[in-house]
Nanobody, 124 residues
Framework: QVQLVESGGGLVQAGGSLRLSCAVS????????MGWFRQAPGKEREFVAS????????VYADSVKGRCTISRDNAKNTAYLQMSSLNSEDTAVYYCAARILSWTATWDREYEYWGQGTQVTVSS
């Protein structure tokens, strides 16, 4: 059974930083890509970042490009999202996701497995 568990969310002041983690158990496939999405109150879930199995390929939403870095440690079965220069528009529940294919993806329907989410709140 595949499980994804996010951690690292919390309350941070505007301009601050956070690092989210996503621990994966029960491997989705031999070479699975990972992604991060977020959903703000009253809004649809949106793509944040994705990383390939090898880590060589990453893609970011324009809204976070230059402020976020996605990475992974396959030995630890964990993916990370380092966020900096946070602002109120980054307030959302952040979800990590895994897909059985190895390359990046930006559409949520391309991911088969999802975590429960972790709340990030940015105070101004």
């Amino acid at each position: 059974q595949v499980q994804l568990v996010e951690s690292g969310g919390g309350l941070v002041q505007a301009g601050g930083s956070l690092r989210l983690s996503c621990a994966v158990s029960g491997r989705p496939s031999r070479t699975y890509a990972m992604g991060w999405f977020r959903q703000a109150p009253g809004k649809e879930r949106e793509f944040v970042a994705s990383i390939s199995w090898s880590g060589d390929s990453t893609v970011y939403a324009d809204s976070v490009k230059g402020r976020c870095t996605i990475s992974r440690d396959n030995a630890k079965n964990t993916a990370y999202l380092q966020m900096s220069s946070l602002n109120s528009e980054d307030t959302a529940v952040y979800y990590c996701a895994a897909r059985i294919l190895s390359w990046t993806a930006t559409w949520d329907r391309e991911y088969e497995y999802w975590g429960q989410g972790t709340q990030v709140t940015v105070s101004s």
